[in-house]
T-cell receptor, first 112, second 114 residues
Framework: KNQVEQSPQSLIILEGKNCTLQCNYTVSPFSNLRWYKQDTGRGPVSLTIMTFSENTKSNGRYTATLDADTKQSSLHITASQLSDSASYICVVMSEYGNKLVFGAGTILRVKS | DGGITQSPKYLFRKEGQNVTLSCEQN?????MYWYRQDPGQGLRLIYYSQIVNDFQKGDIAEGYSVSREKKESFPLTVTSAQKNPTAFYLC?????????????FGEGSRLTVL
């Protein structure tokens, strides 16, 4: 069964600190993996996309990694800001029918 | 600016009523989607459309209906047959269903059944 599991479910960190969010998937065959940021009551916005051949990709203070062998991805946030408070959703695309499988998300709260 | 517009933002419905959520995009995307978001769960696909006048059921289509008469518009009707309609509904679009392009989302519509 195609699944995407994210951890932790929620996280609270102090402003300026770093954090890492995890995404494990069983989607096969794998096409790509995206991380989305969803502010409360808003629609998700794409942060980065990882394809099979990519190990690391950065977007400002966000760095995503992908290990296609272990089927794991992480999103590292550096020097967190209050505006980073949001839900972060991992989405994996299967090559079969271009099906998208969504994780439940990690709720991040950055406090001052 | 290009984007996806959902309306209304908030909607309250009495039991037994049908309601329609609007979704309009000016991105010239062929593929459009409706997702339902519930707390603690991943987004679940209700319906999707790859081209005008064609749409397919997703994983949780029961109690919902859609139409795709224009490329820009993909309205979702939540019927009285939907047993638990209170949720956050997200409309999304992509250039085409077969590519790896980004899925663009609207701002969502929150439906509450009174």
């Amino acid at each position: 069964k195609n699944q995407v599991e994210q951890s932790p479910q929620s996280l609270i960190i102090l402003e300026g600190k770093n954090c890492t969010l995890q995404c494990n998937y069983t989607v096969s065959p794998f096409s790509n993996l995206r991380w989305y940021k969803q502010d409360t009551g808003r629609g998700p916005v794409s942060l980065t996309i990882m394809t099979f051949s990519e190990n690391t990709k950065s977007n400002g203070r966000y760095t995503a990694t992908l290990d296609a062998d272990t089927k794991q991805s992480s999103l590292h946030i550096t020097a967190s800001q209050l505006s980073d408070s949001a839900s972060y959703i991992c989405v994996v695309m299967s090559e079969y029918g271009n099906k998208l499988v969504f994780g439940a998300g990690t709720i991040l709260r950055v406090k001052s | 600016d290009g984007g996806i517009t959902q309306s209304p933002k908030y909607l309250f419905r009495k039991e037994g009523q049908n309601v329609t959520l609007s979704c309009e995009q000016n991105l010239n995307h062929d593929a459009m989607y409706w997702y339902r978001q519930d707390p603690g769960q991943g987004l679940r696909l209700i319906y999707y459309s790859q081209i005008v006048n064609d749409f397919q059921k997703g994983d949780i289509a029961e109690g919902y209906s859609v139409s795709r008469e224009k490329k820009e518009s993909f309205p979702l009707t939540v019927t009285s047959a939907q047993k638990n309609p209170t949720a956050f509904y997200l409309c999304a679009s992509r250039r085409s269903a077969g590519n790896t392009g980004e899925l663009f989302f609207g701002e969502g519509s929150r439906l509450t059944v009174l």
